[in-house]
């Protein structure tokens, strides 16, 4: 099994005795195969919320700036985030769904 993405001899973890992969990211634009069908289209994905494992890195950055001229606190927050699948079977993605504008 390929580990998680780190320094030579990283070691994937493991949760539960199930080792931790990496998830692919979605595409972020789509085009629709619909024939006359023009605008935005995207995928719906269908399942139970306990089928979805979230995992929150606990090593968080937080960084304040403070603009003097607008008087505000600007906050920026870095941290690592992981979804995985459990079922894959009980998983449906209903694919090139029109966007309304």
């Known amino acids: 099994m390929a580990p998680l993405g780190g320094p030579a001899g990283y070691v994937a ?3 539960f005795g199930i080792p931790i992969v990496e998830v692919p990211l979605l595409k972020e634009t789509q085009t629709g195969t619909h ?3 023009s605008g935005d289209h995207g995928d719906i994905h269908l399942s139970f919320p ?3 494992v979230i995992g929150i890195k ?4 937080v960084y304040r700036f403070f ?6 606190v ?3 927050l870095y941290t690592r985030v992981g979804v995985q699948i459990e079922q894959a079977d009980a998983w449906v993605v209903v ?7």
């Not at 606990?58 to 950055?61: A, E, I, L, M, S």
């Open 13 to 15: 973890p493991f949760a």
């Open 35 to 37: 024939t006359g069908a």
């Open 50 to 52: 306990n089928n979805v």
């Open 58 to 61: 606990r090593d968080v950055t």
């Open 67 to 72: 603009w003097p001229r607008k008087d505000s």
């Open 74 to 76: 600007e906050y920026t």
């Open 95 to 101: 694919k090139n769904v029109k966007v309304a504008s």
